[in-house]
Each structure stands twice: as C-alpha cells, then as structure tokens.
C-alpha cells in the first residue's frame, strides 16, 4: 500500500448518507465514520481517471443518468481530519466527540478536502478517500436565532445591573 499526495479539494458539495457518528447498520460497522459526496458525471469522470473509488446510485426514475458518488471515511486514528462548522455566531472546530453533531446538522454549504489513500489487496486495488479538512456552513434556524439574541442582550444587561456599570440613555440601557 502506498500513499497518494494527490488531495482534491471539491467545493460547494453535497453530503449524503451521514455517519460522523460511526453507528452500526446494514451498510456500516461499528466504529467507521463516513459519509458519501454527491458528484456531477464531469468531476467522477475525472476522479475515476484518476483511479478514486467512485460509485452510482442507481436512477430513480427510467430515462435518468445514475447519481456518481464517493464515499469518505472519517478517520482519527492517524491524523485527525479538521473539521470546522460556520454559523453566523461563530466558526467552531469539531473534535471526534463532537463530529456526530453533523448527522442531523441542516448543511447550508459545505467544501471538502480529500487525502487519497491507495490501497491493493491481492488483485484488487484502488484509492480510498479520508477527510482531510471539512468545512460545513450550517443553515440556521430563525426562531432559534432570534431567541439566542434575546438570551444574549438580557444577559447583558442583567451583567450590567449586578456590576452597575450602565447609563440609562434615550429609555435604552447602554453598557460602559
């Protein structure tokens, strides 16, 4: 087995089939954490060529192409993958514990840098993909964003009114 510097970055994807937490099912052991990469035919023409392990879904309906997809292992075992999520408060690094938040996240846009791994098992051969960096903005909630907000400016201002470090200005208080 050998390794494979070639990364490629794939922006503007989307995710499919969510396992950050590794659960066991028909399709996965226990313990693997991945998820698949929807792919336009011109980029999986291109990462096939270029011998990555690209797969179709069958098409839904008669007279569709099939869907290419690659699967992606999230692996923390070697060399952790980094792994950011984006929302309008703040940009948050996820470490293994906190990865499965991703399965149920509501994923705006996410960008994905993959670390090729090729492997041979007898006759067999190919090039497995690991994260290397994920980035993921998460669509937001409305109601949850205008409570958080609220939360906040009372926190404020109740931090304001035990330390008693506010000026009352134009029926506002204003924090010193």
Same mark, same amino acid.
């Given at each position: 087995?050998?390794?494979?510097? &070639?990364?490629?970055?794939?922006?503007?994807?989307?995710?499919?089939?969510?396992?950050?937490? /590794?659960?066991?099912?028909?399709?996965?052991?226990?313990?693997?954490?991945?998820?698949?990469?929807?792919?336009?035919?011109?980029?999986?023409?291109?990462?096939?060529?270029? %011998?990555?392990?690209?797969?179709?879904?069958? +098409?839904?309906?008669?007279?569709?192409?099939?869907?290419?997809?690659?699967?992606?292992?999230?692996?923390? &075992?070697?060399?952790?993958?980094?792994?950011?999520?984006?929302?309008?408060?703040?940009?948050?690094?996820?470490?293994?514990?906190?990865?499965?938040?991703?399965?149920? +996240?509501?994923?705006?846009?996410?960008?994905?840098?993959?670390?090729?791994?090729?492997?041979?098992? /007898?006759?067999?051969? %190919?090039?497995?993909?690991?994260?290397?960096?994920?980035?993921?903005?998460?669509?937001?909630?409305?109601?949850?964003? &205008?409570?958080?907000?609220?939360?906040?400016?009372?926190?404020?201002?109740?931090?304001?009114?035990?330390? /008693?470090?506010?000026?009352?200005?134009? /029926?506002?208080?204003?924090?010193?």
């Amino acid at each position: 087995m050998s390794r494979n510097d &070639k990364n490629i970055t794939l922006e503007d994807v989307t995710i499919a089939f969510r396992n950050f937490a /590794g659960k066991e099912s028909m399709y996965n052991q226990a313990g693997d954490r991945n998820f698949a990469i929807l792919l336009d035919p011109e980029t999986a023409a291109n990462m096939e060529r270029d %011998g990555w392990n690209v797969k179709y879904l069958k +098409a839904r309906e008669e007279g569709d192409e099939p869907q290419p997809y690659i699967q992606v292992a999230v692996s923390y &075992k070697t060399r952790p993958p980094k792994i950011c999520m984006i929302t309008s408060k703040n940009m948050t690094y996820l470490s293994e514990e906190d990865v499965e938040l991703l399965d149920w +996240a509501d994923i705006e846009q996410a960008d994905v840098t993959l670390n090729p791994y090729a492997w041979a098992v /007898g006759v067999k051969s %190919g090039t497995k993909a690991y994260v290397k960096t994920l980035v993921v903005k998460i669509q937001e909630d409305y109601l949850e964003n &205008k409570w958080r907000t609220f939360v906040e400016n009372n926190k404020n201002e109740m931090l304001a009114l035990e330390t /008693g470090k506010e000026d009352y200005i134009d /029926g506002e208080y204003e924090l010193n």
